[in-house]
């Protein structure tokens, strides 16, 4: 009986340990990017913004997608208003266009995008669901985005698994041309 305790806390502590933990909440692979972000802490302004763009079934959906998602922290580095401005029900479009520019059609993993990187000289071009594109590059061990406008975000927890997609959180919001 001892055995078989410590048999399935390991094995349940291994699924587990397999994602990190975002905004102090554990992430399950089986679970959606939209079930597992509203239990973020830290992305409590994301959900909001993604509920307001009305993107919440297509982020649940099938995918797979790579979201880029910026916490609560890089939201705030905006300017005064700005969050409170995209929120607003007349500034949908816009809203839209800044969300999906975080995010990449199909499952991008840190090694996918390093190796890209390295195919492509030091810099990966990855087009983004909004239509632009985003450029990743390294800067020592950390994985670097640069957008359309040359602001730079950087990946602070890699390899989120989602049941549809994979989430990199990021500290800075990346904006679209």
Do not use: C, R
Request: overall charge positive.
């Amino acid at each position: 009986m001892k055995h078989t305790l410590l048999t399935i806390t390991f094995l349940a502590m291994s699924a587990w340990a397999k994602n990190p933990m975002v905004g102090g909440q554990a992430m399950f692979e089986n679970k959606s990017i939209v079930e597992n972000a509203v239990k973020s802490a830290d992305h409590t302004t994301l959900v909001a913004a993604v509920k307001a763009a009305g993107l919440v079934e297509t982020l649940a959906g099938p995918g797979p997608f790579t979201v880029f998602a910026p916490t609560n922290d890089a939201f705030s580095k905006l300017p005064a208003g700005t969050v409170e401005t995209l929120l607003k029900p007349e500034n949908k479009e816009m809203l839209t266009k800044v969300l999906t520019y975080h995010v990449v059609a199909g499952t991008m993993n840190a090694a996918a995008i390093k190796k890209a990187i390295k195919a492509g000289g030091g810099t990966a071009t990855m087009k983004t669901v909004a239509g632009g594109s985003l450029k990743a590059s390294m800067n020592g061990s950390k994985l670097v985005l640069t957008d359309e406008k040359g602001g730079m975000s950087m990946v602070t927890i890699a390899n989120v698994m989602q049941s549809n997609g994979v989430i990199h959180v990021v500290d800075t919001v990346v904006l679209p041309n």
